[in-house]
Structures are given as C-alpha cells and as structure tokens.
C-alpha cells in the first residue's frame, strides 16, 4: 500500500511528543523529515513533496492548538488534513445512471477494472454492463467476459468484429438498459497515435459522462506524460489505481491527479473482481497513519455478511474487538474474513492494529494467514457442535478424534485451540485499548503463559 511505513515511522516521533504541550522547530523537523521520507520512497514527486512540508512546518508552528489540546494531537491532525489535501478528494461518482469510459496502457489493469468497478456499482443496487472494445489484444474479450460473469453483470463483447468504434456503437444499444455504462478500451505499450485517435472515436459514440485514467501502481514519474497526453485527448475526471495489493507505492499516481486536476476514484488491490476500493481520503489517510478506517471494515464485512448468509447479529466489527466468543462465532467470523480479502488489509482498518500489531508480526506471516484459515475450518467441520461451543471440552482422545475426522495433525487442532483462546484473549484487551497500549498487550502475551506467546499466535504469527 502507499506510504506503508509513514504510519510506522511517524508513530515513532509522535511518541516522542507525548507530555508536551508545546512543539518547538526541532520536534517538527523530525516529524517532516520522516513524511518526506515515506513520500519520496512511495514516488511521490519532490515538488509535492516540498509545498506539503512546508505546509506543515507552517501550520505546526504558528497555529494554535485548540484549548486543551497536545503538541502531540495538534500535530498529528495537521498532518493528517495536509496529507488528505495531498491526495484530493475522492472523484465523483454518484449511485445514479451514468458512462463511464476507462483509457490507460497496456496491462494498466483497465479490464479488470471494467469489472471490478462494474461488481462495486451492482452491490450499491446498481444494474452495470461493461463493453469491450480492446480488439487488439488477443485474449482480450475471453478475459473481460469471464471477468463479468464472475461479477454476475452484463457484458458486451464481439471477438469477431476488428472494429472497436463499431463495437463501442452496437455495444451502447445492446446495453441500453443498463445503469451503469463501463466502457473498456484497448492499451498500446506507448502512447500512440492510433490509440489516442481511437480513444478519442469511441468516445465520440459512447458520449461518457466521465473518464477515468487506469494507472498501475508502479507507474511512478512517467504517471505525468500519460496524463498529460490522456488529458488533451479526451478529458481526465479521475484515476483509478491498480495493483496496490503489489510492492508498488503508487505515488507516481498523485503526479497525474495533480496534473489532470482531477481526483482518485478508485484503488485495485488484487485480481479479482471484489478487490476493489472506493477511493475515500479521509479513510485512506487514517489507515496510512495507523487510526484505523472503522468505514471500509464495516463494509467489508456487509459484503461478506451478505455473501455467506450471516445477518448483522452473527458479526459485528465492534463486537469482535470485544467479545466473549466461542469457537462456534469464531468459525462464523472465520468465514466472513475469507470473504474480506487478505487478512493483512483487513487488520489495516482495525484502529490500533495496523501498525500496531502487523508491524511486531515477521515478514510472511500474512502470506500463510488465509492458508492457515482454510486448515482452521476444516478441523472445524469435524467437531461436534458441543466442542464448538465450549473449547475447553475438548479434551486429548477429541483432539485424535478431530485429527482423524478432518485428515489433519493433532498439532494442527491443538494449533486452533490454542488460536482460539488467543484470540479471545486479544478480543477482549481491544475494548477500551488505547493508543501505545499494544506494545504493552504484545509483551504480555509474548510473555504470558498458557502456550500464548507468539508462537502459539496460529495464524497471526508463526
Ligand atoms: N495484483 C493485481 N493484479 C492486477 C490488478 N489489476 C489488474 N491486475 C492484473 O494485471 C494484468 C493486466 O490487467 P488487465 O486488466 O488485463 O490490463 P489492461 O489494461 O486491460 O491490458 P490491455 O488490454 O493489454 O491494455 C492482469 O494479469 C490482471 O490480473 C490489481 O489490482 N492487483
């Protein structure tokens, strides 16, 4: 993700301010030099780089905090409302009838965002269809096809027709019911004239109402030509960014907002067609500063509430920071995270957790985290729904029973029980949980007994 370690980095130096009331120049060189830092690593071009730091210095140092309020809570919020201004608002797209025509270069990600943000629009009660016009791509129309029928929306392609303005004209009248008009156009390795000449025809018979810029994270600097040259073509009203879910920083594509004057619409953050996000800054900022973005996690779990049939009662974000849960809601909450995304985005919007706790785990301990899920439930299939219910119950001859039932080791269901009683042991240290507070939580279970340290974490470190 963007700026990955400013939240880490950052943490550091606020810390420092902690007990202060007052912050001097030196405090705000600090906290300056690690955002410049972050920005710089994460292709952040230096000119936006410099007007941003000297924003800060500016505000921290001249601006009164409100009547009661820390250096420490005075800084942070200006940083975080100059780093929002940094990314702009989120583009507009309102949940009404629309077109919406994607441009970008080859392998930018257009296709897969086509439908990614044709599923985003179907589970806001939208009806979207996507047409597709890259006709000089082979694989082209298979992979846009299959894409759509995965997101269970209308799709228009013709592999027999080298046309792509007269595909664009018959796809607009074939869809014509639709709410939703994506629009998917072919990419050329550089910017070429046909392409442009194309793009600019289609556009002409579709008539969008906005075009978006599909960019790949690990654009960096060249983001400014390709938006320059997308720009004078056929108008920028937004920028979707694929592949954040990769090393890529994505900051090159803050250099094409800048330049196109427009805003980020969306972010793409895997292969399939759910892993998409709805650009929002405020949210985004907080994750990025380890606060956490309660926003997205709540809808995130709606979507897999509704995909495994569980009603609100089953899972609550709130209440899994709390609960008092046995294996049975465990499972439940199980299911649902495998239908959230990857587990290490997922802890992103938990406040506290992000940084907190993902920056003590060891490099690939996400990597084997769903893996480890998918053995978890298994194990889980073969217990009785009393051993669900009450873990501690299930004594040694269960544990063989459970192994042999579920083709899995008794190490593995010990694993689970152990993960179990971790789990619920952290569930209920994250009420009230305030911030720093998890450094102090992870020592204790690193040194608390019960096979809780982080060995016996399961999933969560290994
Ligand atoms: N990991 C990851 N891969 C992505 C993402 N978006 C797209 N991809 C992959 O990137 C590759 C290129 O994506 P496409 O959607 O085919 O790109 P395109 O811009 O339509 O390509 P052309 O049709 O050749 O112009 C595919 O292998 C996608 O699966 C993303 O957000 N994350």
């Known amino acids: ?83 929002v201004g940094l990314v702009g608002e989120s583009t507009d797209l309102p949940l009404e009838s629309q077109t919406i025509m994607l441009a970008g270069l080859q392998g930018s990600g257009k296709t897969t965002s086509a439908a990614k943000m044709a599923w985003w629009f179907s589970k806001k009660g939208l009806r979207p269809g996507v047409i597709q016009t890259d006709t000089f791509r082979p694989g082209a129309y298979d992979q846009a096809k299959q894409m759509c029928e995965r997101a269970e929306v209308e799709f228009y392609g013709d ?53 978006l810029l599909v960019l790949d994270a690990a654009i960096g600097q060249g983001a400014k030509d390709q938006a320059d040259e997308f720009e004078s073509a056929v108008g920028i009203d937004g920028v979707v960014i ?125 990597d084997v985290t769903q893996e480890r899920l998918r053995d978890f439930e298994v194990i889980m299939d073969s217990m009785t729904d009393d051993e669900l219910a009450n873990p501690r119950s299930v004594s040694k001859s269960r544990i063989e029973r459970v192994a042999r039932g579920s083709g899995k080791s008794e190490e593995q269901v010990r694993e689970l029980l152990e993960q179990h009683k971790m789990m619920s042991r952290m569930m209920k240290q994250f009420s009230g949980m305030g911030d720093g507070d998890m450094q102090r939580m992870m020592k204790k279970m690193q040194g608390g007994g019960g096979g809780g340290g982080m060995g016996g974490m399961g999933p969560f470190g290994d």
């Open 1 to 83: 993700m963007v700026l990955d370690d400013l939240g880490s980095s950052l943490r550091g130096s606020l810390d420092k301010l902690r007990g202060k009331s007052r912050l001097d120049e030196e405090d705000v060189e600090e906290i300056v030099k690690e955002i410049q830092r972050s920005l710089l690593q994460a292709d952040v071009s230096v000119d936006l780089v410099m007007d941003l730091s000297e924003d800060i210095r500016e505000r921290a140092l001249n601006e009164e905090p409100p009547g009661g309020t820390s250096a420490r809570d005075h800084v942070l919020r200006i940083v975080y409302e100059e780093l």
């Open 159 to 211: 592999p027999d027709n080298d046309d792509p303005v007269d595909i664009a004209r018959k796809g607009k009248e074939e869809l014509s019911d639709v709410d939703v008009l994506i629009v998917d156009t072919a990419g050329r390795h550089a910017l070429e004239d046909t392409l442009i000449g194309e793009l600019e025809e289609i556009e002409r018979v579709v008539d969008p109402d906005r075009n």
């Open 242 to 366: 694929t592949k954040l879910d990769g090393t890529a920083k994505g900051g090159g594509a803050l250099a094409a907002v800048d330049r196109t004057d427009s805003s980020i619409a969306f972010l793409g953050t895997g292969e399939e067609v759910q892993d998409i996000e709805r650009f929002e800054p405020s949210g985004f900022i907080s994750r990025l500063l380890g606060m956490g973005d309660l926003k997205q996690l709540t809808e995130r779990v709606e979507r897999a509430m509704e995909e495994t049939g569980q009603t609100e009662e089953d899972w609550d974000p709130e209440e899994m920071m709390k609960g008092e849960f046995t294996l049975h809601d465990m499972r439940k909450q199980m299911e649902a995270m495998n239908n959230m995304g990857p587990l290490s985005q997922v802890m992103d919007m938990i406040p506290g957790l992000g940084g907190g706790l993902k920056d003590q785990l060891p490099d690939d301990a996400m």
